[in-house]
C-alpha cells in the first residue's frame, strides 16, 4: 500500500484512538485503533486562523466545497459524483397542522445514489484509491452498498457487497448494475460482517464497514457544516437523527465541535440536542441508555421496513452515547407502523417522500412534542437519510395505511 509524506489542500494531521486517544499515522492505510481495537478519528491543523472565507469554495455545490477540512491529500485521488450541499427545506404544512414555530427537514435523499451513504462512500474510495486499495467490500443493510458499488465502479476498484437476503430487489439490482459482486446473508448486517471476514480472509480487500476505517465518518460530517452554512452559521434547537450504525450522528457532532475550535461557532454556543431514532425492533442504543444492558455486544435485533435501522451492534455505540450525553439528547425507539404513519404525513402534506428512517423521524418529533421534550416554540430539524423510492418492496401497498 502507498505511505502518503505530503499533502496538498487538506489540513489532515492524524488519527485518533476513539477510545484512549493515541495517535496513529495518516498518512498509510488504516482500520480501527490498533490500541483498543476501536474507531480511528481524523484530526486537523486547526491552530492557524481560518474563516469560512477560507476553507469555502462557494462555486463547488457539493461536500467538497469543505475540502482544507477533509482528509483527501491530493484532488488526482477525488472520486466524485456531486455528492452534498442537499436542500434544507422549511415544512410549513406540517409546522402550522401541529402549531410549530419552525419545521426543517434536509434532504439526503437528493444524494447521486439515493441516500446520505453517497457522502462516506465518496471519501472512502477517494481515500481508497490514494492509498493504493485495488478493491473494496462491505456488509450493508442496503443504501451503503449501493453508494459502494457506485464509486468503485467510478474509480476502477472492484467491490464486493454483502447485504441480507431481505433487502429490497432495488438495492440488489442497483448493485449488480454497477458491476459489484454480490452476496446475499439470511440474518441482519452483523451476520453479514462476518461473512466479510470469511471473504476478505486474505485481506485483499479494504473493509469499508462502519467505522472500521476512519474516512466515511468524514464524508458524513459534511452535512454538519452544510446545516450551519444554511443556516447563516446559527444551529437548530433540536435534531433528529436515524442511527443505524450511527456514523452520521456521530459525523455531524464532530462537525459541530470542529466549527467551536476554528471560532465559526462560539465556543459556548448551545449546539443542538440529538435525538438518535432507532426501528423498535432493533434499538440497542435506547436499551443500553436506558440501563437495560451494559452495551449492544449481545443484543439481537429483528428486521425493520427501515432497513438502514436493523444494526443490532453497532461498533460506534461509545461514540454515539457520547454524543447523547454531551447535547443533552436522547435515544428513542418507533415501530413500523409509525414510521409508515410519518411517510404517510410527509408525503401528504410537504410533498416528500422519505425512507422508512425519515418517517420515524416525524413519527419521533410528534411523540416529543406530546411528552414535552420538544416544545412547539424550538426550531426542529429532520435529518431524512434516503429516498422511499427503494423501499417499495417494504411499504407496497401501504400508502392509505
Not at 104 to 109: A, M, P, R, S, Y
Not at 288 to 304: D, E, I, L, M
Not at 327 to 337: K, P, Q, R, V, Y
Request: hydrophobic share 40%.
Amino acid at each position: 500500500m502507498t505511505t502518503l509524506e505530503t499533502t496538498t489542500h487538506s489540513r489532515l494531521h492524524a488519527l485518533h484512538c476513539a477510545a484512549c486517544h493515541a495517535p496513529h499515522d495518516a498518512f498509510t492505510l488504516q482500520y480501527v485503533s490498533t490500541c483498543c481495537a476501536q474507531p480511528l478519528l481524523a484530526r486537523y491543523d486547526l491552530t492557524a486562523p481560518l474563516t469560512p472565507a477560507d476553507v469555502i469554495n462557494p462555486t463547488d455545490n457539493s461536500m467538497w466545497r469543505y475540502r482544507a477540512l477533509l482528509p483527501l491529500l491530493d484532488d488526482a485521488n477525488l472520486v466524485t459524483l456531486g455528492e452534498g450541499w442537499t436542500p434544507l427545506l422549511p415544512l410549513p404544512r406540517l409546522a402550522a397542522r401541529h402549531g410549530l414555530r419552525s419545521l426543517l427537514l434536509k434532504d439526503e435523499g437528493q444524494n447521486p445514489t439515493g441516500s446520505f451513504k453517497a457522502r462516506g462512500l465518496s471519501m472512502a474510495v477517494s481515500k481508497a484509491k490514494e492509498l493504493g486499495v485495488t478493491g473494496c467490500i462491505i456488509p450493508t443493510a442496503g443504501n451503503a452498498g449501493v453508494a459502494l458499488a457506485a464509486y468503485c465502479a467510478r474509480a476502477g476498484l472492484r467491490c464486493v457487497v454483502v447485504m441480507p437476503r431481505h433487502t429490497p430487489t432495488a438495492f440488489k439490482e442497483e448493485c449488480y448494475w454497477y458491476g459489484a459482486e454480490v452476496h446475499l446473508v439470511d440474518g441482519l448486517i452483523n451476520d453479514c460482517a462476518t461473512r466479510v471476514r470469511e471473504l476478505n480472509a486474505a485481506g485483499e480487500l479494504l473493509d469499508v464497514s462502519t467505522l472500521k476505517e476512519p474516512y466515511r465518518l468524514e464524508g458524513k460530517k459534511t452535512m454538519g457544516y452544510e446545516l450551519a452554512e444554511q443556516l447563516n452559521w446559527t444551529l437548530p434547537d433540536v435534531l433528529l437523527y436515524p442511527a443505524g450504525g450511527g456514523t452520521g450522528l456521530i459525523g455531524i457532532w464532530k462537525a459541530l465541535r470542529e466549527m467551536q475550535e476554528l471560532g465559526w461557532l462560539p465556543r459556548h454556543a448551545k449546539l443542538p440536542r440529538m435525538i438518535a431514532v432507532q426501528a423498535a425492533s432493533c434499538c440497542p442504543l435506547v436499551e443500553t441508555r436506558a440501563g437495560r444492558q451494559p452495551n449492544c455486544h449481545a443484543y439481537v435485533g429483528q428486521p425493520s421496513i427501515a432497513n438502514g435501522l436493523a444494526v443490532p451492534r453497532p461498533l460506534g455505540e461509545p461514540l454515539m452515547l457520547d454524543v447523547l450525553d454531551e447535547s443533552n439528547g436522547l435515544a428513542l425507539a418507533i415501530t413500523d407502523e409509525q414510521m409508515l404513519a410519518g411517510m404517510r404525513e410527509l408525503s401528504h402534506l410537504e410533498g416528500l417522500f422519505v425512507a422508512p428512517e425519515g418517517g420515524a423521524l416525524w413519527s419521533a418529533a410528534l411523540q416529543l412534542l406530546h411528552t414535552g421534550q420538544i416544545r412547539p416554540e424550538e426550531q426542529i430539524l429532520l435529518l431524512n437519510t434516503g429516498s422511499a423510492q427503494k423501499y417499495l418492496d417494504n411499504v407496497l401497498g401501504r400508502a392509505n395505511g
